[in-house]
């Protein structure tokens, strides 16, 4: 079981380091650090759409991260694998799949 939950830990870190990046990435896009804004009015446009999507997609890096970071804590409390809803054990079917859940199948899906 010990093993099994440090190769949960370097999964999650894993993917945290590469929310990491892509946050990066996204702010380095925003604040134009490749130039300011295209003359043209039309891609100015764009360029502000894209901004737009950006913005979007850090959002859901940063909600992402939280939730890493969450069960990160909780490997550490060890309350991994335990839902936050029901306090019934996490199917390890879900957690496979999606490692930082903090919510069973049935709790997921009530919250709908």
Do not use: W
């Not at 929310?19 to 490749?34: E, F, N, P, Y």
């Amino acid at each position: 079981m010990a093993t099994e939950l440090e190769a949960i830990r370097q999964k999650l870190l894993a993917h945290k380091q590469e929310l990491l990046a892509r946050a990066a990435k996204v702010r380095a896009d925003i604040t134009r650090s490749s130039g300011p804004l295209d003359k043209d009015f039309a891609e100015q446009v764009v360029q502000m759409e894209n901004d737009a999507v950006l913005a979007g997609i850090g959002e859901a890096t940063a909600a992402e991260l939280a939730q890493i970071n969450r069960a990160l804590l909780q490997l550490d409390q060890g309350t991994y694998g335990i839902c936050s809803q029901c306090g019934q054990p996490i199917g390890d079917r879900r957690l496979e799949v999606l490692p930082y859940s903090d919510r069973c199948i049935a709790c997921a899906g009530a919250a709908r």
